[in-house]
């Protein structure tokens, strides 16, 4: 807001001007009333001042947009790479356990297919 400010004071100095104290034409900035030298450029140093203000509130907002957008990318991907690991995780675990079965199971068909087992009946 601050450079908005700075912007219409910067036109404030080049279209408006001050008449001293001894009737002559100032830099209109220090001291006294400030007065246009005309309506039309006082207009037009509103109209500036206001466009310079809107054009700020507008890139603000567009910031603020982009801030939120982007958070919320962030938290995404951050959601999606947790799921992930824990997906991975899963799988790993998963593909452990079945290989203890297997390896279970193999045992136990080897132990029966051994004459080992029919000894010890």
């Known amino acids: 807001m601050e450079a908005e400010r700075e912007s219409c004071d910067i036109l404030a100095r080049v279209f408006?001007?001050?008449?001293?104290?001894?009737?002559e034409l100032g830099d209109g900035y220090d001291e006294?009333?400030?007065?246009?030298?005309?309506?039309?450029?006082a207009r037009?140093?509103?109209?500036?001042?206001?466009?310079l203000i809107f054009k700020g509130q507008v890139e603000v907002a567009f910031r603020e947009q982009t801030a939120g957008h982007n958070a919320l990318l962030l938290f995404v991907h951050l959601a999606l790479s947790m799921m992930e690991e824990r997906l991975l995780n899963?799988?790993?675990?998963?593909?452990?356990?079945?290989?203890?079965?297997?390896?279970?199971?193999l045992?136990?068909?080897q132990y029966l297919q051994s004459p080992l087992h029919l000894l010890a009946m």
């Open 32 to 41: 006294g009333v400030r007065h246009a030298e005309t309506p039309e450029l």
């Open 107 to 109: 045992c136990c068909f």
């Open 16 to 23: 408006l001007t001050q008449q001293g104290p001894d009737g």
């Open 90 to 105: 899963a799988f790993k675990e998963l593909h452990a356990k079945q290989a203890e079965v297997c390896s279970c199971t």
């Open 44 to 51: 037009e140093a509103l109209a500036d001042c206001a466009a």
